[in-house]
């Protein structure tokens, strides 16, 4: 029998206090004035970097799970660009440059609609007006089987866990206190009963906790 395709949430860094995003997105500020959050990130392993100078240690590991079995990103358009409003003729392809690290169809949820953008290492970018159970629809259609993947910011994972279409989640909780921004938890009271949730921390202060649906 096929395994079914899993919605996943792969390596959100979240504060303390729950948030994880500032509360404006800028051109500079990509994340909002919350930058902090990556402060013991390593996305080396994310980039396709596989012998970098490091030790392999406990964060590293489970970073590198972040690209395994996915065939379907879908984010909110935050992640994708600081634009509002209709779409500016500015040349905006993402901040990845010409080098986005899905290599995946990407479906980028926006009330603005526009033609897809398509890169050399196989990502495509779809900007398409749908509601999460409507969106999803489509990525399972173009992950050809693999595993579809809640990739942000936190509003987009917000709405999709309070849609009650996730089945695993994996937090990296970071030792700081924002005391502000965009939170995870919003509206989600409780949402822990549906879930059983895995806590592992390490060295650097993080805690991973791993989030599968009963």
Same mark, same amino acid.
């Given at each position: #029998? ?9 390596? #959100? ?12 997105? +800028? ?18 392993? &994310? ?14 590991? =489970? $970073?590198?799970?972040?690209? @395994? ?5 879908? #984010? ?7 634009? @509002? ?14 080098? /986005? /690290?899905?290599? +995946?169809? %990407?479906?980028?949820? !926006? ?6 953008? !398509? =890169?050399?290492?196989?990502? %495509?970018?779809? =900007? ?21 993947? &809640?990739?942000?910011?936190? $509003? !987009? ?8 279409? %996730?089945?695993? #989640?994996?937090? $990296? ?17 409780? &949402? ?10 390490? $060295? +650097?202060?993080? &805690?991973?906790? =791993?989030?599968?649906?009963?």
């Amino acid at each position: #029998m096929a395994r079914k395709a899993q919605v996943r949430v792969d390596l #959100m860094n979240v504060s303390l206090d729950g948030y994880a995003a500032g509360d404006h997105i +800028t051109l500079d500020e990509p994340i909002g004035g919350a930058g902090e959050l990556f402060g013991n990130f390593d996305g080396r392993v &994310i980039a396709g970097v596989q012998n970098a100078d490091a030790p392999i240690s406990a964060d590293r590991v =489970f $970073s590198s799970v972040w690209g @395994q079995g996915v065939g379907v990103e879908i #984010m909110g358009r935050g992640k994708f660009g600081p634009q @509002q409003g209709e779409w500016p003729d500015d040349g905006w392809r993402g901040w990845w440059e010409d080098e /986005p /690290p899905f290599q +995946t169809p %990407v479906i980028v949820l !926006t009330h603005h609609e526009r033609e897809p953008i !398509t =890169f050399d290492n196989g990502t %495509v970018f779809h =900007f398409v007006d749908a509601s999460p159970a409507k969106a999803l629809e489509l990525a399972l259609d173009l992950a050809e089987g693999g595993d579809v993947r &809640i990739g942000g910011g936190p $509003s !987009t994972v917000n709405q999709f866990l309070r849609d009650d279409l %996730v089945d695993f #989640m994996h937090l $990296s909780i970071n030792p700081i206190v924002l005391g502000g921004g965009v939170s995870l938890w919003s509206g989600l009271g409780g &949402i822990h009963t549906r879930f059983d949730i895995e806590s592992v921390p390490t $060295s +650097t202060g993080l &805690i991973h906790q =791993f989030w599968n649906r009963k």
